[in-house]
C-alpha cells in the first residue's frame, strides 16, 4: 500500500513537499510520476534502495527525490515550482517480496501564474 500526502495549490516560485509511505512489503526502487490533463504520464524522479537517483529534464536542479529506508517513505521536494508542474503526482514502488510494480491514489499540485 502506498498512501501520499503533500499535494496542494502554490503560486509560481513556489514550494511543495509530497511524501509516501509504503507498507506491507518490501519495497526497492521507488518514483515520482506525473500525468497533467491530456498528457501521458511522465517518470518525475526515481531512487533506488542503494539511493541513486535519477530526474526528468525539466524538473533537475529545482525537484530533489530522497528515501528513509527505515520508514519505507520516499519524498519529492519541489522548488521553484511552474505553473507547467501542474499535475497530478503519483508514487510508484517496486516490491521486492511480489516482484510487481505498485502505486499511490495519486496527489494533486497545483502551481497558479
Known amino acids: 500500500q502506498l498512501v501520499e500526502s503533500g499535494g496542494g495549490l502554490v503560486q509560481a516560485g513556489g514550494s511543495l513537499r509530497l511524501s509516501c509511505a509504503a507498507s506491507?512489503?518490501?519495497?526497492?526502487?521507488m518514483g515520482w510520476y506525473r500525468q497533467a490533463p491530456g498528457k501521458p504520464r511522465e517518470l518525475v524522479a526515481a531512487?533506488?534502495?542503494?539511493?541513486?537517483?535519477n530526474y526528468a529534464d525539466s524538473v533537475k536542479g529545482r525537484f530533489t527525490i530522497s528515501g528513509d529506508n527505515a520508514k519505507n517513505t520516499v519524498y519529492l521536494q519541489m522548488n521553484s515550482l511552474k505553473p507547467e508542474d501542474t499535475a497530478v503526482y503519483y508514487c510508484?514502488?517496486?516490491?521486492?517480496?511480489?516482484?510487481?510494480?505498485?502505486w499511490g491514489q495519486g496527489t494533486q499540485v497545483t502551481v497558479s501564474s
Open positions: 510508484k514502488a517496486f516490491s521486492y517480496t511480489t516482484h510487481l510494480a505498485y
Open positions: 506491507g512489503s518490501i519495497f526497492g526502487a
Open positions: 531512487i533506488t534502495s542503494g539511493h541513486s537517483t
